[in-house]
């Protein structure tokens, strides 16, 4: 039986944190979520200054690159060059940039989702969150 790393309440903490630095520094009011493997939220926050909205599209941009195991935007330049089919996708409800996962030796452990300003800045912030881990 082979064994897996996973996301631990302090990792989601240290990720978030990073996230967060990230965003300050550049001033950007965005919502941050981290989430496992399986897409289910493990910690989250949406910074002063962001739209509601953004609350609900983080975490679905992090689900969408923990379940599909690669980062959300790859979704948005499939769908842009004529993959319409991946409109209807299940589960994958924010085919946006700004989601990206957490790869552990090899295995998705989990992902960051960032939204609130322009889609290689959401980027940014779930990269800075990436690093972290």
């Known amino acids: 039986m082979q064994t897996k790393s996973f996301l631990t309440r302090e990792d989601a903490i240290r990720i978030l944190d990073a996230a967060r630095?990230?965003?300050?520094?550049?001033n950007w009011a965005v919502a941050i979520s981290v989430v496992d493997d399986g897409g289910h939220p493990l910690?989250?926050?949406?910074?002063?200054?962001c739209a509601a909205i953004g609350a609900y599209i983080?975490?679905?941009?992090?689900?969408?690159?923990?379940?599909g195991r690669r980062e959300s935007r790859l979704y948005e330049e499939m769908i842009n060059a004529g993959r319409n089919a991946f409109l209807s996708a299940?589960?994958?409800?924010?085919?946006?940039?700004?989601?990206?996962?957490?790869?552990?030796?090899?295995?998705?452990?989990?992902a960051v989702g960032v939204s609130g300003v322009k889609p290689d800045q959401d980027s940014q912030v779930a990269r800075a969150g990436v690093a972290a881990a």
């Not at 910690?43 to 200054?49: A, K, N, P, S, V």
């Not at 983080?58 to 379940?67: N, Q, V």
């Open 43 to 49: 910690i989250f926050e949406r910074l002063d200054g």
């Open 21 to 26: 630095s990230e965003a300050h520094h550049n």
């Open 90 to 110: 299940p589960g994958l409800n924010a085919m946006l940039e700004g989601g990206v996962p957490i790869t552990v030796d090899g295995h998705v452990v989990g």
């Open 58 to 67: 983080a975490t679905e941009k992090a689900r969408t690159a923990a379940l």
